[in-house]
């Protein structure tokens, strides 16, 4: 959900041609081959990650036109997944957030996702529900989750600390899962090419699935196939909405933000991507492991669990996997070349390079100067002026 964990790797990589290296299989692959993502046809494999970025008023949770500038710079990705937009007012976690439960925040993404189509490109909206992340302080609202279960990590600098969740009751699943309904169908009403469900660090949906956010005893609790129930009755109603085709899901398997975990997650992934192959929908988008997280890690490291997600559940899932997490261009283009991954999506590049695709492509410098002290503030500083490069 956030863009700050660090990135670790080389300076120098910007200065390297991202096409030069080989590997034993898939050598021909590049960044700017076509693909074929469910319904749509991409020009290249890059996507924009889906990352919060705090623009939108704190009152209103209404897009502006700084997110019409800021999308739309960066349209020659072959997909842009936007940032983690609340179904509801009870489920904001945090200030700044577009939302996607009135008619006035569907006017604005309107004219942020005409703007995109205007530069010829295609955007998903990211449905999310903070659950026990959320605050009362931010929503006025009760703060509820599949269990009573408090996060213990440290919250983002500046935000309140995490409450107690109620468990919820059966009525709240039903209603929470209606609102992702009319949330979808406010995204369809928006334009947007398609939905990504937010089931990855610490959502809502994460807690449904990881044991250690879920003790639930009924139907939505305790075995896998129950823990799944919830994610996978929300993916038939995106794809009810859009078709399955235009809906994929993010997961973090062995994910820490947030306070997650989970005991078995090859037994539950493996499972939960059945079940995905099943509906048929277009992608799963895995985030790798990363232990840059904020506060106290209360469990082993994911690495140790499943050192390479998209490699451990790739001949699971019959559809698209993307890449997530920690990756440069390099990097990435070495999953695709070794199957692992078919796109490769990256956060922290898209904020400091609005022109990403075209520094790739051309092998022009990256700028890897982002400023993580802009990135959850208000205003344009760090959010529309990073500069495109401008070749001599």
Request: net charge neutral.
């Amino acid at each position: 959900m956030f863009a700050c964990q660090r990135n670790i790797f080389s300076k120098n990589l910007a200065q390297r041609s991202f096409f030069s290296f080989s590997t034993s299989t898939n050598s021909s692959k590049t960044l700017f081959d076509k693909y074929k993502l469910g319904d749509y046809t991409l020009p290249n494999r890059i996507v924009m990650s889906s990352m919060s970025r705090c623009r939108a008023d704190y009152k209103t949770a209404i897009p502006n036109e700084l997110h019409v500038k800021y999308y739309s710079q960066r349209a020659k990705a072959g997909l842009i997944l936007t940032e983690s937009s609340p179904i509801t007012n009870q489920a904001q976690a945090f200030h700044g957030a577009c939302g996607i439960w009135n008619l006035q925040q569907v006017e604005g993404w309107k004219k942020v996702t005409e703007a995109v189509h205007k530069e010829g490109g295609r955007i998903f909206l990211q449905l999310w529900h903070g659950g026990r992340t959320c605050r009362s302080v931010v929503t006025g609202e009760e703060v509820i989750a599949p269990s009573s279960i408090k996060v213990r990590s440290n919250p983002r600098e500046g935000l309140p600390p995490y409450e107690t969740p109620r468990e919820m009751r059966d009525e709240d699943i039903k209603y929470v899962t209606n609102q992702y309904y009319q949330a979808a169908k406010k995204a369809k009403l928006s334009g947007f090419d398609g939905i990504e469900l937010d089931g990855s660090l610490g959502s809502l949906v994460d807690q449904f699935l990881k044991d250690a956010t879920n003790h639930r005893t009924d139907d939505y609790g305790g075995s896998i196939e129950n823990r799944c129930r919830f994610t996978l009755e929300l993916m038939e109603i995106l794809a009810d909405v859009y078709g399955p085709g235009k809906v994929g899901i993010k997961l973090s398997p062995v994910g820490r933000d947030q306070d997650m975990y989970d005991s078995n997650p090859v037994e539950l992934f493996n499972h939960l991507l059945k079940e995905l192959n099943d509906i048929g929908i277009a992608y799963v988008h895995f985030v790798e492991p990363n232990e840059q997280v904020s506060g106290p890690i209360y469990y082993e490291p994911g690495e140790k669990q499943i050192p390479n997600v998209c490699k451990q559940f790739r001949d699971r899932f019959n559809g698209t996997i993307i890449a997530n997490n920690n990756l440069t261009p390099e990097t990435g283009l070495q999953k695709i070349r070794n199957g692992e991954a078919d796109l490769v999506s990256f956060g922290r590049y898209f904020i400091s390079n609005p022109d990403l695709v075209d520094r790739i492509k051309n092998n022009w410098p990256l700028n890897e100067n982002w400023d993580p002290d802009t990135f959850y503030t208000p205003g344009a500083k760090g959010y529309t002026d990073y500069p495109c490069y401008q070749p001599k």
